[in-house]
Nanobody, 115 residues
Framework: QVQLVESGGGLVQAGGSLRLSCSAS????????MGWYRQAPGKQRDLVAT???????NYADSVRGRFTISRDNAKNAVYLQMNSLEREDTADYYC?????????WGQGTQVTVSS
């Protein structure tokens, strides 16, 4: 079993920055994919960014160039640096870990961007 705990959400003005953190614990294998997803009210949960164990990254078009995903394998942690935030980035952000055919989710952290 794997547990994921997010932190770092909050309220920020448009144009500002936030850094989300996610710490994973439990039965974690060396090769996995970690990522961030988000879900705005009334909408589906969408991919924001992912990062492989080797550092390969993938971003949604809507955040590319503004958000940066990174990880610390020694700490089983993944981070999301969010810059130039827009009102459209307002959502609950969820940490995700995928390994050996299973997916695990954190409880989510809320990000609210005000104009």
């Amino acid at each position: 079993q794997v547990q994921l705990v997010e932190s770092g959400g909050g309220l920020v003005q448009a144009g500002g920055s936030l850094r989300l953190s996610c710490s994973a614990s439990g039965s974690i294998f060396g090769m996995n994919l970690m990522g961030w997803y988000r879900q705005a009210p009334g909408k589906q949960r969408d991919l924001v960014a992912t990062i492989t164990s080797f550092g390969g990254t993938n971003y949604a078009d809507s955040v590319r160039g503004r958000f940066t995903i990174s990880r610390d394998n020694a700490k089983n942690a993944v981070y999301l640096q969010m810059n130039s935030l827009e009102r459209e980035d307002t959502a609950d952000y969820y940490c995700n870990l995928a390994q050996r055919g299973s997916m695990y989710w954190g409880q989510g952290t809320q990000v609210t961007v005000s104009s």
